[in-house]
């Protein structure tokens, strides 16, 4: 009787294999569940703003590259003796690797309607070849050039950046030169054909470019807002991208092929003239207008003259109202160098 108990076949022996098989199913189903949960995080880090596209890029911004992170995902997670990580090792692991996810950046918009009309008649000449990459194309109402990409953790750290920002219009200023900053877009190159951009034409413009960027990131260095050796600044305008849609491997589609736009390589796409730098958020709810919520924003060149001289017309304008209708201007109107002025006018500015 003891040797039927203890045999494979018995009802005993058979039982424990149900129930090994079961703890297996159960483990696996619990690793499938902690990857699903990393692989959304990918997948949002896809909506990013800007191409880290090489793990050269990702590891001079001071961030882990996605191949890195599936090489990680590939290693059985275990300790020493060889067990399992438990769900909250693993949790706070995750939370570990999300802590340090860029989360703003500074950007140049582009306000130029030629070079954003330019962009539709590529995406849609891309489209009428390879309709399967609409979800790759960018927003038009989103493009612009990164300057600085950063992980703010805390809303005292967006108002330090905002600070930042504005203090450093004096520096900029001087730069200028009292000049204004003209971009040229011309041409289209790609990241690994997984990124197409339309690329900055060579010249002092970029020269200028470059010094504003290292401005910044060495301003935001000093306050602690960029890790150090936050580096590899290439400025380009991103107008598709295969990361914004990762199905499209599934269906084959791993490059885009130069071939599609390849009547748009040497293309002119107009001048970017620099009319303020944005301290936008990539994870906050795009603004009306389609381009990312932007806590701050920093006017340059004519630009910021002109709004200036905009609002100090309408103090001028308020003063003399005032005086017309014997009514005293409110206790602290003032023009700020925020761009706003406190009086019943404000709403003007």
């Known amino acids: ?4 108990e203890c045999s494979p076949e018995s009802p005993a022996g058979l039982s424990e294999k149900k129930n090994k098989r079961k703890r297996r199913r ?3 189903k619990l690793m499938k569940k902690q990857l699903k949960s990393a692989d959304t995080s990918d997948n949002f880090m896809s909506e990013l703003p800007f191409s880290l596209t090489s ?5 001079e911004l001071g961030f882990p590259s996605p191949e890195s992170v599936q090489k990680k995902r590939k290693r059985k997670r275990g300790n020493s003796e060889g067990r399992v990580d ?3 090792d693993a949790e706070n692991k995750k939370k570990k690797k999300e802590t340090m996810r860029p989360n703003y950046f500074i950007s140049i918009p582009i306000t130029n309607t030629q070079i954003s009309s330019a962009v539709i008649a590529v995406q849609e000449a891309v489209l009428q070849q390879e309709p399967r990459l609409a979800r790759a194309m960018i927003p038009v109402p989103t493009l612009h050039i990164t300057l ?3 992980h703010l953790a805390s809303q005292e750290q967006v108002d330090l950046a905002a600070t930042v920002l504005a203090q450093v219009e004096p520096s900029l200023a001087e730069l200028l030169g009292g000049r204004d900053l003209v971009l040229p877009f011309s041409g289209i190159s790609h990241f690994r054909k997984e990124v197409v951009f339309v690329g900055l034409t060579p010249g002092q413009h970029r020269h200028t470019l470059d010094s504003l960027a290292e401005l910044l990131r060495s301003r935001f260095e000093e306050q602690g ?3 150090e050796g936050n580096r590899g600044f290439e400025p380009h305008l991103t107008i598709m991208k295969l990361s914004r849609v990762s199905k499209l491997r599934s269906q084959g589609i791993k490059r885009v092929d130069p071939a599609l736009y390849s009547n748009y390589t040497n293309k002119f796409f107009g001048d970017q003239t620099v009319e303020r ?8 709810k795009k603004q009306q207008d389609g381009y990312y919520h932007t806590d701050t924003s920093l006017q340059l060149g004519n630009y910021a003259f ?6 100090i017309t309408l103090l001028f304008i308020y003063c003399l109202f005032g005086i017309w209708c014997n009514v005293k201007p409110p206790e602290g109107a003032h023009y700020s160098q925020s761009r706003q002025w406190v009086s019943p006018l404000s709403s003007f500015t």
């Open 277 to 284: 730098l944005d301290l936008c958020s990539m994870l906050k």
């Open 86 to 88: 438990s769900e909250e």
């Open 148 to 150: 600085l990409v950063t």
């Open 225 to 227: 807002l960029l890790q």
């Open 55 to 59: 793990p050269s890029t990702w590891k």
């Open 26 to 28: 159960e483990k696996r």
């Open 1 to 4: 009787m003891s040797m039927y």
């Open 306 to 311: 002109a709004h200036t001289h905009t609002n």
